[in-house]
T-cell receptor
Framework: KAGVTQTPRYLIKTRGQQVTLSCSPI?????VSWYQQTPGQGLQFLFE???????NKGNFPGRFSGRQFSNSRSEMNVSTLELGDSALYLC???????????????FGPGTRLTVL | DAKTTQPPSMDCAEGRAANLPCNHS???????VYWYRQIHSQGPQYIIH???NNETNEMASLIITEDRKSSTLILPHATLRDTAVYYC?????????????FGEGTQLTVNP
């Protein structure tokens, strides 16, 4: 079974630009979560999508948005990039079932975004 | 989700058991203990989880104290490839969504 894939793997942008990152979950997984990882803040939850609906949202400004398509693939968008948005952006997929402990998340390799 | 406390770093000799502790003294009765690890520059990887019974899988064993206020992840025969940051996370089973709250974790270094 193929793992979680993220594209692109590396990206360089300048301040003020916008960026779109893509995530393809494991086949059969309906939940896709996004995380931001920086040296200063660690791993922080951005949002989760399940069946094309945002189910959970972290504490990030509105410049960060996402969506999920009917095939469970997800994209996240960051508008008006700031230097502090430089980070590793990780996508994770899971079955997304509620009321069960067996909801392990499978992470992709991440997209390394550098904002200049 | 309950807060966890882990030592920032640990060392282990290759071939020996690595015992990684986690304190979760405020854990609730419906919260599970999960362990993930992150090898440098890769995405985190699920290792194991448990509620109150000890658990074992092909990667590791999880020992949870009877009062559930702490746990230990055991890698029985550590290899150099086990060098990673290990995260202990507690979260309720009865929760909507897959959100994980990561702390700072423990940097495990396995030495030859």
């Amino acid at each position: 079974k193929a793992g979680v894939t993220q594209t692109p793997r590396y990206l360089i942008k300048t301040r003020g630009q916008q960026v779109t990152l893509s995530c393809s979950p494991i086949s059969g997984h309906r939940s896709v979560s996004w995380y931001q990882q920086t040296p200063g803040q660690g791993l922080q939850f951005l949002f989760e999508y399940f069946s094309e609906t945002q189910r959970n949202k972290g504490n990030f400004p509105g410049r960060f948005s996402g969506r999920q398509f009917s095939n469970s693939r997800s994209e996240m968008n960051v508008s008006t990039l700031e230097l502090g948005d430089s980070a590793l952006y990780l996508c994770a997929s899971s079955l997304g079932r509620s009321g069960t402990s067996r909801n392990e998340q499978f992470f992709g390799p991440g997209t390394r975004l550098t904002v200049l | 989700d309950a807060k966890t406390t882990q030592p920032p770093s640990m060392d282990c000799a290759e071939g020996r058991a690595a015992n990684l502790p986690c304190n979760h003294s405020t854990i609730s009765g419906n919260e599970y203990v999960y362990w993930y690890r992150q090898i440098h520059s890769q995405g985190p990887q699920y290792i194991i989880h448990g509620l109150k019974n000890n658990e074992t899988n092909e990667m590791a064993s999880l020992i949870i104290t009877e009062d559930r206020k702490s746990s230990t992840l055991i890698l029985p025969h550590a290899t150099l490839r086990d060098t990673a940051v290990y995260y202990c996370i507690v979260r309720p089973k009865e929760t909507s969504g897959s959100r994980l709250t990561f702390g700072e974790g423990t940097q495990l270094t396995v030495n030859p």
